[in-house]
């Protein structure tokens, strides 16, 4: 059964309106991977929000065609067995995912990731694995931040908080001593 050319349009609107709603995207070969690991792939993916396709590369290299991604940096990895996970609020969520789902030598040995989008910037597999899949998420960012502007007040307080404090031990030591003559004497 063929398919026909108005699904094919809405599957290339599809890819297309992804790409333009992506913060980042992660090209993989899923080439040898087991139903099982497949379907726990997307429900990893599914979990943190990340929408992940298998796609058709012809479809892709149509949807990207007049973008910014119809370079020959993406276009090389549209070869093969091609999956793609989208990410719309942090970009480093699929990509953490994937690094996460690699850790497995089996797995990892079947399950290669082709490159990276993010800003209309294309990154090899590598650098998505080390660089994209590191980066700190929303939250993270948001508590360093956090910890950041709380630290000059924190310590504006302790060094308020520490002459009345010094004074505090200093007066009890010297109740100590007015209460023992004889370590006065000492």
């Known amino acids: 059964m063929s398919v026909t050319h108005a699904v094919k349009q809405e599957q290339i609107d599809l890819i297309?309106?992804?790409?333009?709603?992506?913060?980042?995207?992660?090209?993989?070969?899923?080439?040898?991977?087991?139903?099982?690991?497949?379907t726990e792939l997307r429900n990893a993916f599914r979990?943190?929000?990340?929408?992940y396709k298998v796609v058709k590369n012809t479809l892709v290299a149509k949807a990207v065609k007049g973008t910014p991604l119809e370079t020959e940096a993406f276009l090389?990895?549209?070869?093969?067995?091609?999956g793609i996970a989208w990410t719309y609020e942090d970009p480093s969520t699929?990509?953490?995912?994937?690094?996460?789902?690699?850790?497995?030598?089996?797995?990892?040995?079947?399950f290669a990731i082709k490159c990276g989008v993010i800003e209309?910037?294309?990154m090899d597999g590598a650098r998505v694995e080390s660089e994209l899949a590191t980066m700190p998420g929303k939250d993270e960012i948001r508590a360093m931040l956090l910890a950041t502007l709380n630290a000059p007040a924190?310590?504006?307080?302790?060094?308020?908080?520490?002459?009345?404090?010094?004074l505090a031990y200093a007066l009890d030591a010297r109740a100590r001593q007015l209460q023992d003559p004889e370590q006065e004497q000492k």
């Open 47 to 51: 979990k943190v929000g990340v929408d």
């Open 154 to 166: 924190q310590s504006l307080v302790r060094q308020l908080a520490a002459a009345g404090q010094n």
């Open 16 to 38: 297309k309106d992804r790409f333009a709603r992506a913060t980042s995207a992660v090209l993989v070969d899923f080439r040898g991977l087991n139903v099982l690991k497949a």
């Open 76 to 82: 090389k990895n549209l070869i093969g067995t091609t």
């Open 120 to 122: 209309n910037t294309v």
């Open 94 to 110: 699929a990509a953490k995912v994937i690094k996460d789902f690699r850790k497995d030598e089996a797995v990892a040995a079947r």
